[in-house]
């Protein structure tokens, strides 16, 4: 349950953040639990488990950024192309606010992967296409942490 609030809270913040006029308009605070840990690492040299949900979501977040390699890696992603795969990666993660059920250590280190795909999800979402192409990377490179340090099955 702890997974699927602060999933929550995340989502909420990266909506209010984007919807124009609304984040000047809403006054909130974000906060973690002061056991929040600031870095990534492993559980005693092990990757931390990993329910069903979570690993159905980091998998449609990985296939809609394989969809877009070619255009990514050459240059060719149009404005419109990085919204749309924005979308499809803030779609799996409300997949997982809604179904998401880690224990509370595991939640924790998990927040700090989709800390960086949320980010990178937003910079795909804008107009500008150097900070779409960051926000890829940004991604990419948390998909790569989270096979490093999450028991996800066949995750390559």
Same mark, same amino acid.
């Given at each position: ?8 809270? %995340? ?23 002061? /056991? ?21 979501? %980091? ?14 890696? /050459? ?8 919204? %749309? ?23 924790? %280190? ?15 979402? /804008? ?26 099955? /066949?995750?390559?």
């Amino acid at each position: 349950m702890i997974c699927r609030q602060a999933l929550i809270r %995340m989502v909420l913040v990266l909506l209010m953040s984007s919807a124009p006029g609304v984040a000047g308009a809403h006054d909130h605070e974000h906060s973690h639990d002061e /056991g929040t840990p600031g870095k990534l690492e492993l559980k005693q040299g092990a990757k931390w488990p990993t329910d069903t949900h979570l690993r159905q979501g %980091m998998d449609g977040i990985r296939q809609a950024m394989r969809e877009k390699t070619a255009e990514l890696s /050459g240059g060719a992603l149009s404005a419109d192309q990085a919204h %749309m795969l924005s979308q499809k990666v803030n779609e799996q993660i409300a997949f997982m606010v809604q179904n998401c059920k880690l224990v509370k250590e595991a939640d924790a %280190m998990l927040h700090l992967v989709l800390a960086d795909i949320i980010a990178g999800a937003d910079a795909l979402a /804008g107009q500008d296409m150097d900070k779409a192409r960051q926000g890829a990377e940004k991604v990419s490179h948390a998909l790569e942490n989270y096979g490093v340090y999450f028991d996800h099955p /066949g995750w390559h």
